[in-house]
């Protein structure tokens, strides 16, 4: 028989006939080992849980047109190219404009958006019916819904007036010579007032028309069929004076809103005319915030209203450290001419904020844990020398050396921190696993590391542990233990 087979079957003898003693060790060591092994497996897979936890709170980037920049689909694109497929939860691009609805009197905020991506970033929007599915389906915002008494199914005839929009880019808004200017002013009720100049070779007011079918009918509605009140622009120069014109008695307020409305205008680089389209309310839209004062339309029907394909803004929700998402806006900046990423502060400082609280949280856990099953195994070891000593003794006496002795007591614990380590690396992956689907309400992904990893750990555990026992063993005297003493 050879010294190792020799020294193992000693080692397991001595295991076999205190079992009860070495069950409690091995159990201590096994429930130690299953803690931290569950603990680091969802320490380690929690980013990715507690970023899809997050998603649920909305975007947490930004994408914005620079300065001289512009932000539409191809740009958008250009973008999110830069950011890994697998890390992109969702991208949804929002354009705003005004849109009147004429009947009611009422002007309402409009964001033309992808209605498949901002289910996925922003999941927490509660729709009453169903998200808008086809061309000329809208979703309302519950409070616009109250206000104008639409129900899901109901029609809504909405316009597009052309107004602010500048093709110029001049500080004068493109009032030259011979150029028509539009805008757009709040009258009445908060209906729009929408205005169109043509000026002369002098820069003077050659014509006026205006729109004001928003206002009242036959007070506000009526006044740009009073001549006298429109024909008296004529020959004026911009800015126009509110002192210098006789306002309509009885529409004092549709009349300042025509004043204001043609101090604004500014050139239009094309003859843009109103647009006005049928929608069906597919759904309405509770949220608790501002968007419940909005309606929605797709991209598609925005741009058939304006005939513009250009963004304001997109919103990113993104599956990554608040680390990485500062790389990937970098990266966006140096890489485009045209767009800029913004981080959602409020989403990725509470991300990192959590994050850091759980890694204090398991290092104590873990600390915690560790000193109590270094005390239970050292406890159960001393127990075991205390009983041996007549036997360690005797093996002295006949010439064992202090060696052998350490070597033994030191394969027991190595042995049954081996045994640990396995079933705690087992039972720690179920115990993680009920805890993400209890707690994250996902399965989590078996860490390939996981066994080696607990297995050594309770090694090192156990061999920790019998280092006072062992010492204690080394220091028994031979004499005085055949003695009797």
């Given at each position: 028989?050879?010294?190792?087979?020799?020294?193992?079957?000693?080692?397991?003898?001595?295991?076999?006939?205190?079992?009860?003693?070495?069950?409690?060790?091995?159990?201590?060591?096994?429930?130690?080992?299953?803690?931290?092994?569950?603990?680091?497996?969802?320490?380690?897979?929690?980013?990715?849980?507690?970023?899809?936890?997050?998603?649920?709170?909305?975007?947490?980037?930004?994408?914005?047109?620079k300065e001289d920049g512009t932000l539409n689909r191809e740009s958008l694109q250009a973008a999110l190219n830069t950011i890994p497929a697998d890390s992109l939860v969702g991208a949804a691009p929002y354009c705003y404009t005004r849109l009147d609805m004429t009947s009611r009197q009422q002007s309402f905020t409009a964001a033309g958006t992808d209605f498949d991506q901002i289910q996925k970033t922003s999941p927490y929007f509660s729709v009453e019916g169903n998200y808008p599915a086809k061309s000329r389906?809208?979703?309302?915002?519950?409070?616009?819904?109250?206000?104008?008494?639409?129900?899901?199914?109901?029609?809504?005839?909405?316009?597009?007036?052309?107004?602010?929009?500048?093709?110029?880019?001049?500080?004068?808004?493109?009032?030259?010579?011979?150029?028509?200017?539009?805008?757009?002013?709040?009258?009445f009720g908060g209906g729009m007032v929408y205005v169109t100049a043509s000026l002369d070779k002098e820069s003077r007011i050659a014509s006026l028309t205006a729109d004001t079918s928003s206002q009242t009918p036959e007070i506000g509605g009526a006044v740009p069929e009073n001549e006298s009140f429109m024909e008296q622009f004529a020959g004026m120069t911009l800015p126009v004076r509110p002192e210098d014109v006789d306002v309509v008695s009885g529409a004092t307020v549709t009349s300042t809103a025509i004043v204001n409305a043609l101090n604004t205008a500014v050139a239009t680089t094309t003859a843009v005319r109103p647009k006005t389209l049928n929608f069906n309310v597919a759904g309405i839209l509770t949220t608790g915030g501002e968007e419940e004062g909005y309606v929605f339309l797709?991209?598609?029907?925005?741009?058939?209203?304006?005939?513009?394909?250009?963004?304001?803004?997109?919103?990113?929700?993104?599956?990554?450290?608040?680390?990485?998402?500062?790389?990937?806006?970098?990266?966006?900046?140096?890489?485009?001419?045209?767009?800029?990423?913004?981080?959602?502060?409020?989403?990725?400082?509470?991300?990192a904020s959590v994050l850091e609280k759980l890694t204090g949280l398991v290092f104590l856990v873990t600390l915690v844990v560790l000193l109590l099953?270094?005390?239970?195994?050292?406890?159960?070891?001393?127990?075991?020398?205390?009983?041996?000593?007549?036997?360690?003794?005797?093996r002295k006496a006949l010439g064992a050396s202090d060696g052998?002795?350490?070597?033994?007591?030191?394969?027991?614990?190595?042995?049954?921190?081996?045994?640990?380590?396995?079933?705690?690396?087992?039972l720690g992956f179920a115990f993680a696993q009920a805890v993400s689907v209890h707690v994250f309400g996902s399965s989590i992904m078996f860490q390939p590391l996981l066994l080696p990893a607990a297995i050594l750990v309770s090694m090192t555990i156990a061999a920790l542990s019998c280092l006072l026992p062992i010492r204690r063993a080394v220091a028994i005297d031979p004499a005085l233990v055949l003695k009797g003493e």
């Open positions: 028989m050879t010294k190792r087979r020799m020294f193992l079957r000693m080692v397991t003898a001595s295991l076999l006939r205190r079992r009860s003693r070495m069950l409690i060790a091995l159990l201590s060591i096994g429930i130690g080992s299953t803690i931290l092994a569950g603990l680091v497996t969802i320490y380690v897979d929690v980013p990715r849980q507690m970023g899809a936890q997050f998603r649920s709170y909305g975007a947490n980037m930004l994408l914005l047109p389906e809208i979703l309302v915002g519950r409070e616009i819904a109250e206000t104008i008494g639409v129900k899901t199914g109901s029609d809504m005839v909405l316009t597009w007036q052309p107004g602010t929009t500048s093709g110029s880019g001049a500080a004068d808004g493109g009032r030259l010579p011979g150029s028509v200017l539009s805008g757009q002013a709040e009258g797709s991209l598609e029907d925005m741009e058939t209203m304006t005939g513009s394909d250009r963004l304001d803004v997109a919103e990113l929700s993104i599956s990554a450290s608040a680390g990485q998402l500062e790389e990937y806006a970098e990266l966006i900046g140096e890489s485009s001419d045209s767009v800029q990423a913004r981080l959602v502060k409020r989403v990725t400082r509470s991300e099953t270094m005390i239970c195994v050292s406890t159960t070891m001393t127990a075991v020398v205390s009983e041996r000593r007549r036997e360690i003794g005797l052998s002795i350490r070597a033994e007591f030191l394969g027991e614990g190595l042995f049954l921190g081996l045994l640990g380590g396995v079933m705690g690396a087992v």
